[in-house]
């Protein structure tokens, strides 16, 4: 059985945490003496430490209650706040899958985690068998599942079976969810008190210079990443930015469809090159490509200006490349048909 007290740090368990100004009066009319901020200027106020607003209008536009969202500096700072929250330093495990994002990676090592890293199969699949023997190592805390997988791009299956199975915290990471067809796990959150939705604003919504991220879970999670973030952890500027592009759905449904028409015709542009062996099926802005030679490709790309992220030391061979605007494709495909 899940039981989130054995799940969470103990000194996180029993954090007080920082209580701000803004928490102790979070009344908007007053005279406010109360946060030592400089009486002057146009960004002199603390953000609200809980973006209500954005909160409001997330809440309502996916169906999800206000205390089941919580909102990062970009959902690296989600990453980070669960290997904080969930595993002890040099004591508790987390599990992923290869390969994959590389921030768990690092936050992992930051965090002094140590992250198991089980291979995907050829289809960039979890192979159960190897997985269900993972579930018996002692202080596993957290799994992390990116899906649309980065860099594959393909959504990963029978994510269900592990929400099931496994005692800890289950955090989907869905970067890409929103130029996928399939369905956001958003609707399995009711079932399951162990998992975590990360979704951001850095992909489909063209907010990564934003940083703003979004875990949703259950309400005992959403409390204890609220107990653990920095009080101001997302500013003014960024919280108005996530608000504008929630209401402006038309440009950001328009942009959408222009990115997955283009991968389309970029798909059919990459397939006629010689050296361009294999396109994997994607469900995200992205392709990973296999090509002839991805380290002599990349750095004829490079010396084109044009620079598409070279994944092969992952995935032999394999480059990864980012759907661009008509032109950039275009582009693209001009440089690569001046490479061998
Ligand atoms: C790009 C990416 C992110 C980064 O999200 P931010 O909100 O910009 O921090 C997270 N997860 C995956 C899998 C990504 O590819």
């Not at 409001?56 to 999800?64: G, H, N, T």
């Not at 005692?167 to 989907?172: A, D, E, Q, S």
């Not at 062996?277 to 380290?295: C, G, R, W």
Request: some cysteine; aromatic content about 10%.
């Amino acid at each position: 059985m899940f039981n989130l007290e054995n799940i969470v740090r103990k000194n996180i368990l029993h954090l007080m945490p920082y209580s701000s100004a803004r928490n102790e009066f979070s009344g908007k009319k007053g005279t406010f003496l109360d946060a030592n901020e400089n009486p002057f200027g146009t960004l002199n106020r603390y953000p609200d430490p809980y973006q209500m607003e954005l909160k409001q209008i997330l809440s309502a536009y996916k169906s999800i209650p206000l205390e089941n969202i919580f909102i990062g500096n970009g959902s690296d700072e989600i990453i980070d706040l669960a290997f904080r929250i969930f595993c002890t330093p040099g004591k508790d495990k987390a599990l992923t899958f290869s390969p994959t994002y590389g921030m768990y990676d690092v936050s992992a090592a930051i965090n002094e985690v140590e992250l198991i890293k089980l291979p995907l199969n050829d289809s960039f699949q979890i192979n159960q068998e190897e997985f269900e023997k993972t579930l018996k190592i002692t202080n596993l805390k957290l799994i992390f599942i990116c899906s649309p997988n980065n860099p594959s791009g393909n959504c990963i299956d029978n994510i269900e079976k592990i929400l099931q199975n496994f005692n800890g915290i289950v955090l989907v990471d869905e970067a890409y969810i929103d130029f996928s067809k399939q369905e956001s796990y958003l609707s399995k959150l009711k079932q399951y008190p162990n998992l975590i939705v990360s979704q951001t604003f850095s992909k489909a919504w063209g907010l990564a210079a934003a940083r703003v991220g979004i875990a949703y879970a259950n309400n005992p999670i959403i409390s204890i990443f609220n107990k653990v973030k920095p009080p101001y952890n997302v500013s003014k500027l960024n919280q108005e930015a996530a608000i504008d592009a929630l209401n402006n759905k038309v440009d950001f449904e328009k942009n959408k469809k222009i990115i997955l028409d283009q991968k389309k015709w970029l798909e059919q542009a990459l397939m006629e090159l010689p050296v361009i062996k294999k396109i994997y099926p994607s469900d995200a802005n992205f392709l990973l490509v296999e090509t002839t030679n991805a380290n002599s490709i990349y750095n004829q790309l490079v010396s084109q200006q044009v620079i598409t992220r070279n994944r092969n030391n992952i995935v032999n061979n394999c480059i990864r490349i980012t759907v661009g605007s008509p032109a950039e494709n275009q582009q693209l495909i001009n440089a690569l048909k001046n490479t061998i």
